[in-house]
């Protein structure tokens, strides 16, 4: 496994089609499992591409619209029979669990983990998770209801040692995990012995952005400045400019402006219109205006870090 990739599991619009379904991802942090977003049928594709449900414990809605979240009691229930342990915390506007917990005190009573709701602000852009790996922040949408985005940025990593160096200066075995994290090496004899000179800078730390639901908005410029991989909904094409207008979404080629204003690494569609059966209409027109654009589907892979 990857030490950070995106997994697609649902890159459709709210009405499903036989080639598309409503929206879920899993991102893969060093082998942690975040979901974003669980439209129904996210179980199933969880299983098709493999993922190990032990190792996902948040899932982070970005808004309370059912394409985003209808595929919360299927997957949760389906976990408690996959013997998963310990917590299950989900991201979500505070309606959530004023919405959620009673079908699960109904469905899910036996569920042998803990479920928990984070109630978050989809107006305000704030860290909502972190851990030595990762931290998550929301990203403020404008859609229909309060909606956001989620910016996963990868913490930065331990230096690589440099074992020339280290056995020029009879480096001991114990002292390495110290100078990896950035300490100076200190001989017997009291010589210091520099960080730079015994390590390498880590490998630099990635960040993926994800915008849901939402219409044109250079406002979230600021929070997707040169991310290595944007994810951005272009439900629709340059034919229903004015439909994207009134529903409160995107066209591919505004998403894909977004992207190069913002210089991003790539960019990836997604939240396809059931109206078009054949979306290499919506990436000729994102790559118009960004090369590096390309087509989700379900079960790709996006490795950000191998
Ligand atoms: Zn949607
Ligand atoms: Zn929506």
Same mark, same amino acid.
Request: with cysteine; proline share 3%; charged share 25%.
């Given at each position: 496994?990857?030490?950070?990739?995106?997994?697609?599991?649902?890159?459709?619009?709210?009405?499903?089609t036989?080639k598309?379904?409503p929206t879920?991802?899993?991102v893969?942090?060093?082998?942690?499992?975040?979901?974003?977003?669980?439209?129904?049928?996210?179980?199933v594709?969880?299983?098709?591409?493999?993922?190990n449900?032990?190792?996902?414990?948040?899932?982070?809605i970005?808004?309370?619209?059912?394409?985003?979240?209808?595929?919360?009691f299927?997957?949760?229930?389906?976990?408690?029979?996959?013997?998963?342990?310990?917590e299950?915390?989900?991201?979500?506007?505070?309606?959530a669990?004023k919405l959620?917990?009673?079908?699960l005190?109904?469905?899910?009573?036996e569920?042998p983990?803990?479920?928990?709701?984070n109630?978050?602000?989809p107006?305000?852009?704030e860290?909502?998770?972190t851990?030595?790996?990762?931290?998550?922040?929301?990203?403020p949408l404008?859609?229909?209801?309060p909606?956001?985005?989620?910016l996963?940025e990868e913490? @930065?990593?331990?230096?690589?040692?440099?074992?020339?160096?280290?056995d020029? $200066?009879h480096?001991? *075995? /114990?002292?390495?995990? +110290?100078?990896?994290?950035?300490?100076?090496?200190v001989?017997?004899?009291g010589?210091?012995v520099?960080?730079?000179l015994?390590?390498l800078?880590p490998?630099?730390a990635v960040?993926?952005?994800?915008?849901?639901?939402?219409m044109?908005? @250079?406002?979230?410029?600021?929070?997707?400045?040169?991310?290595?991989?944007? $994810?951005?909904?272009? *439900? /629709?094409g340059?034919? +229903?400019?004015?439909?994207?207008?009134?529903?409160?979404?995107?066209?591919?080629?505004?998403?894909?402006?977004?992207a190069?204003?913002?210089?991003?690494g790539?960019?990836?569609?997604?939240?396809?219109s059931?109206?078009?059966?054949?979306?290499?209409?919506?990436?000729?027109?994102?790559?118009?205006?960004f090369?590096?654009?390309?087509?989700?589907?379900?079960?790709?892979?996006v490795?950000?870090?191998?």
């Open positions: 496994m990857s030490r950070f990739e995106i997994n697609i599991l649902g890159c459709g619009a709210a009405k499903p036989l598309h379904l879920s991802q899993v893969n942090v060093r082998d942690k499992l975040f979901m974003v977003d669980c439209g129904e049928n996210a179980q594709s969880f299983c098709r591409a493999r993922l449900m032990n190792r996902l414990g948040h899932i982070f970005s808004h309370l619209h059912g394409d985003h979240c209808f595929g919360l299927g997957l949760l229930s389906t976990m408690g029979l996959s013997g998963h342990t310990g299950v915390v989900i991201h979500a506007h505070p309606d669990e959620f917990r009673p079908l005190d109904y469905f899910c009573r569920t983990f803990e479920i928990r709701f109630a978050i602000s107006s305000s852009a860290a909502i998770y851990d030595r790996s990762v931290t998550v922040r929301t990203i404008k859609h229909r209801v909606t956001c985005g989620f996963f913490a @930065e990593g331990d230096r690589h040692l440099r074992g020339d160096m280290l020029f $200066y480096v001991p *075995t /114990y002292c390495r995990t +110290a100078i990896k994290q950035g300490e100076d090496y001989a017997p004899d010589t210091v520099r960080n730079e015994l390590t800078p490998t630099p960040r993926y952005a994800y915008c849901s639901d939402t044109y908005s @250079e406002r979230i410029l600021p929070y997707i400045e040169g991310v290595d991989v944007l $994810y951005h909904e272009a *439900t /629709y340059d034919d +229903a400019e004015a439909m994207s207008r009134t529903t409160f979404h995107s066209t591919a080629r505004q998403a894909a402006r977004l190069r204003m913002a210089s991003v790539k960019l990836i569609i997604g939240h396809y059931s109206r078009y059966r054949d979306e290499n209409v919506l990436l000729a027109q994102a790559q118009e205006e090369a590096h654009t390309q087509l989700a589907y379900e079960g790709m892979k490795v950000l870090k191998p």
